[in-house]
C-alpha cells in the first residue's frame, strides 16, 4: 500500500536526487543483519536480524558495539571480520526493494542527475550496484571512506551536490534511517524523504524529514509529477 506524508512542495524541477542504497533502494537490510549475526557468532555474541534492525543507521562498529556492548576497539575487530564474510558469501542476495526498478526506470529518462551517498564503503557500493545492474544511474556514488566524515555528518551529501554542481536548496535525498535525515537537513537540502520501513514516521520527521513514505512507490508517485517537464 502507498501513503506518503508531505509538509513542504518538491523543488520543481529538482536539480538532482539522492538516495542512499541499503534499505532504500536495495533489499539489503536483511542480508546485512544476517552476514552480522553470522559474524558475532564466531565471536561469541548471540544476536538475531530482528534485534539488529533498530541499530542500523550509524557505522557498523557502533551497530556492533550497541548491539554487544563490546568497546570500539573489539567491534573493529568483529568488523574486519564481517566484511569479507558480507562481501564474499551475502551481498549477492541482495535484490531490489519493491518498487526499486520501476522508480529507477521512470526517474532515467527525465535527465535529472542522480547519486548515491551510503555508509557502505564505496568499492562495496559500486559491487552492490553493479550486482543490481543499476551502476549507470548514478553519476556520483559517496561511500562512508570517499570523505573524511560519514552520516549524519552533511560532509557526504556535500560532495554529492558538488560532484553533481546540484544546488541543496533544489535537491531531493531519500533515506530509511535518522542518519540519513539529518545529513540532508544539515546539508540545507529542501526536501529530505523518509521511508517508514525500519523506523517510524515520527522518528523520520524529528530527524529532519520534510516528506514520508511507506514504500518505493509512494516515492515515485510523489516526484513524478515535478518531473514531468524534464526532457526525455
Known sequence: MQSTSAAAPLPDPPDAILFDLDGTLADSMTVIAEALVDTLARFGHTTTVEGLMPHFGPRMQEVISAATGVDLDEADRIYADYLPRYYGEYMAQSRPLPGG????????????????????????????????????????????????????????????????????????????????????????????????????????????????????????????????????
Not at 548515491?116 to 559491487?127: C, N, P, W
Not at 552492490?128 to 566524515?149: C, I, K, N, Q
Not at 549524519?152 to 560532495?159: C, D, E, F, K, T
Not at 544539515?186 to 516528506?211: D, K, Y
Open 101 to 232: 526498478d520501476a522508480l529507477l526506470d521512470a526517474l532515467a529518462p527525465t535527465a535529472v542527475p542522480m547519486g548515491i551517498v551510503t555508509s557502505k564503503i564505496e568499492r562495496g557500493a559500486h559491487d552492490l550496484l553493479a550486482h543490481l545492474g543499476w551502476s549507470a544511474h548514478f553519476g556520483v556514488v559517496v561511500g562512508r571512506d570517499t570523505t573524511p566524515e560519514m552520516k549524519p555528518s552533511p560532509v557526504p551529501v556535500q560532495y554529492a551536490l558538488d560532484t553533481l554542481d546540484a544546488d541543496p536548496s533544489r535537491t531531493v535525498s531519500v533515506g530509511d534511517t535518522e542518519a540519513d535525515m539529518q545529513a540532508a537537513s544539515a546539508a540545507g537540502v529542501a526536501a529530505v524523504i523518509g521511508l517508514t520501513v525500519i523506523r517510524t514516521q515520527e522518528q523520520m520527521r524529528s530527524a529532519g524529514a520534510t516528506h514520508t513514505c511507506e514504500d518505493l512507490d509512494a516515492v515515485r508517485a510523489l516526484l513524478l509529477p515535478v518531473l514531468k517537464a524534464q526532457p526525455a
